[in-house]
């Protein structure tokens, strides 16, 4: 059997078996040569189910350390897409961007204007990403005087799926928030990723 096809096979009865409540959330799963001897496989293959059940949320650990079940994510609940995030975050790029044509009809300016990128993930107390914020506005960031919230879903790219720990098209929130100064123009458009297995929309009115 192929190295990619066991490693996905061990990946799934591993998960099964936490499931059945074989080990519980927080408890340490035997070591990556214990495992490998148990399955009839190399040690390399049982690093990669590690890794991939790591990407998945299913185990909590470094690589090459003991790893252990994950505890489920934290459900919270999204009154307010214009809220200051109240945890740590982690600025993971700031490249400007030439303005796609959907943003270039966001904020009011020419396909391929350049334009001022962020791209933010924001960590819950436990370190975990939780949500990714991309924002995009063009010179300078202005205070705003309100926002338009428009709810959809998205699918995950490579890099959003890795830093959630989620599988590459899984389906998340994708809210676009657009804020606009006192007349109504744009000042800077953004999508905030939230994953669906963790987050509640009930956006409030101000």
Known sequence: M????????????????????????GE??????D????????????????????????????????VSVAHPPAMRTLTDADAEW??????????????????AERLGVRPGVMLQHETIECLDPGGHSAMIVSSWWRGRRQAHASC????????????????????????????VRTRIDDTGAPLETADLILPMDRW?????SR
Request: aromatic share 4%; glycine share 6%; no cysteine.
């Open 86 to 103: 109240p945890f740590s975050s982690e600025t993971t790029d700031t490249r400007p961007r030439p303005a796609t044509e959907e943003l």
């Open 28 to 33: 340490p799963l035997p070591s990556r040569a």
């Open 35 to 66: 495992m490998a001897a148990e399955y009839g496989v190399h040690p390399q293959t049982m690093r990669l189910s590690y890794a991939l059940l790591r990407r998945t949320g299913v185990l909590d650990g470094e690589e090459r350390k003991r």
């Open 148 to 175: 338009i919230i428009e709810v959809g879903t998205t699918t995950l790219g490579a890099e959003q799926a890795h830093a959630l720990g989620l599988l590459v098209d899984t389906v998340a929130f994708r809210l």
């Open 2 to 25: 192929p190295v990619e096809a066991a490693h996905r096979r061990i990946a799934a009865d591993i998960h099964r078996r936490i499931q059945a409540g074989e080990w519980a959330a």
């Open 200 to 204: 509640l929309i009930r956006l409030r």
